[in-house]
């Protein structure tokens, strides 16, 4: 709970007796919130707490809560969360926001099945141990139907997935210095673009927010990882790339573990998936003309060569390479 609400820490009877007999009733008083008492129906008792901060001044009306740790998986956040957005559209309000921490799935998941469908990042909002961090934003109107937003991408299965020898999995927050070291090295830098790393702070960003964006998309991250050692050995990128079911794929090795086959093992991995859990119908991905590495890559995972696109990929120093295209097809909906 102390990870991602802004309490006191540690959380005292005198501050519980605080919020109950002061904070709470002086802001439904002030009518600046609607602090609840989450209570099961059945028992009675208390599983938690959620709160509907009203529209005060400039600040848009949003719900917050958390559930006692044996009480979740219950949808008790869920129903809350549709309850007090129903109360707020009855009396006049016309939109909603929950506001979250990044990496703040749990909550994130809650918010989508409540009918919240994400909005956006507000950049460098909250705190941490590191600094700063984003907020996503998840917004309801009163003119939105309310039902569930699904979620961009299927959930991966326990421990990723794993061929024995490699796994993927989402990446997180401690693959940073692995992640650093992949983007810094000078294989990874001549076949990008810029020819200059991200910063840190970027790098941060997106690992903070890598399951968020398997949630909400456009795009999902996997990290790679040696099933040996349990090392960091890589990035995949899947990410819906124009028509419907249409997917992009792209990767990067780190380079102690290049030359082992983990980029044909990674392709393969997330072909099946892709096509099984995640309905696309057609795979692409390309590289730069001179990178027969990634191409063999590629071949080797099963994707055809299906032609080159003149002066596609920038370089480093600003000129422009060719690219070589290559396209799996998902062999459920294959019409050949």
Not at 48 to 53: C, F, M, V, W
Not at 94 to 108: F, P
Request: charged share 25%.
């Amino acid at each position: 709970m102390h990870t991602y609400l802004a309490v006191p820490n540690p959380y005292t009877p005198t501050d519980a007796a605080d919020f109950i007999r002061s904070i709470a009733p002086t802001e439904r008083f002030e009518g600046t919130g609607l602090e609840c008492a989450v209570v099961d129906r059945a028992s009675r008792s208390l599983v938690g707490s959620a709160t509907l901060r009203l529209p005060h001044r400039m600040r848009s009306p949003d719900i917050g809560y958390w559930i006692a740790p044996a009480a979740q998986g219950n949808g008790y956040a869920t129903e809350t969360t549709r309850a007090l957005a129903g109360w707020a559209f009855d009396h006049g309000v016309h939109r909603v926001e929950v506001r979250l921490d990044v990496r703040n799935i749990a909550s994130a998941r809650v918010a989508l099945a409540a009918g919240f469908g994400f909005e956006g990042i507000r950049r460098e909002v909250l705190r941490d141990e590191h600094g700063r961090v984003d907020m996503a934003v998840f917004v309801r109107t009163a003119t939105d139907s309310g039902a569930a937003v699904p979620p961009k991408f299927p959930g991966l299965p326990d421990g990723g997935l794993n061929d024995g020898v490699l796994a993927l999995r989402s990446p997180a927050p401690d693959d940073l210095d692995g992640f650093a070291e992949q983007e810094a090295d000078p294989l990874t830098l001549q076949t990008g673009f810029t020819g200059a790393a991200p910063s840190p702070t970027m790098m941060r960003r997106m690992l903070n927010r890598a399951r968020l964006d398997h949630l909400v998309g456009p795009g999902t991250y996997f990290a790679m990882v040696d099933v040996a050692s349990g090392e960091f050995a890589g990035s995949v990128r899947l990410r819906s790339s124009g028509p419907p079911n249409v997917g992009g794929i792209g990767y990067a090795v780190h380079p102690r573990f290049r030359g082992r086959g983990f980029t044909s093992r990674a392709l393969r991995l997330v072909s099946a998936w892709a096509f099984t859990e995640a309905g696309f119908a057609r795979l692409e991905l390309g590289a730069k003309t001179d990178n027969v590495a990634s191409q063999r890559a590629a071949e080797a995972a099963g994707f055809v060569r299906e032609g080159v696109w003149r002066s596609r990929l920038r370089d480093p120093d600003g000129t422009f390479s060719d690219e070589t295209r290559y396209a799996l097809i998902n062999p459920r909906r294959d019409r050949a």
